[in-house]
């Protein structure tokens, strides 16, 4: 790995932990340079804000989930294994990193221009894998070939988002994120919408 390449990844890890602690709207590039010791000016070189730094976080975090399941994928011996491994890394995801996906931001009616860009970078990276965990199952006989990948990909992420704000907003004051059994309900319940949507796909 490049000089640059290993400077920016001490960053990132380093306002994960400020993120972590304080939060996002808490955090400030004067904290995070301290946290490294080094000059604001340093870390301005690799980042021209702290949106930007959070947006390289939550990438770096997606693009590592997606990588794992990705793999997995290639050599899964069926639907249901794949789906096995997608919500166990989903859930670790959630239960880890929840303060970064500012789910109370989103249940909001406007979410922020930067909640949206977050979202849309999820979306495009479940389309992705779902579109290839779609053609897998059609290989493996157990998706019907009239589907296609793409488009009931989109189809399912779209369900998936809408489930997660409308569950978020039915639990109303009482929900919790940092509350384990909160993040496993609701993955016990998305495993009974996918179920449903790949019996579906038959």
Known sequence: MAEQDQKREVILEAALKRFKRFGLAKTTMDE??????????????????????????????????????????????????????????????????HFLFGINLWVSDKPSSL???????????????????????????????????SHTADLLVQVLFGFWINWCKWQAGDFDLQDANNIKEFMSRERKVLTIFFNGLR
């Open 32 to 97: 995070i340079a301290r946290d490294l010791e080094i000059s604001k000016g340093s870390l301005y070189y690799y980042f021209s804000d702290k949106d930007r730094i959070y947006v390289a976080v939550v990438e770096r975090i997606v693009n590592d989930c997606f990588t794992d399941i990705s793999t997995f994928l290639q050599t899964a011996g069926s639907v249901q294994e794949v789906m096995d491994r997608y919500l166990s890394v989903k859930e670790r995801i959630l239960l880890d990193y």
């Open 115 to 149: 909640m949206r860009q977050i979202g849309e970078m999820v979306h495009q990276s479940e389309i992705r894998f779902i579109s290839s965990w779609l053609k897998k199952g059609i290989e493996l006989g157990e998706v019907a070939e009239v589907h296609d990948p």
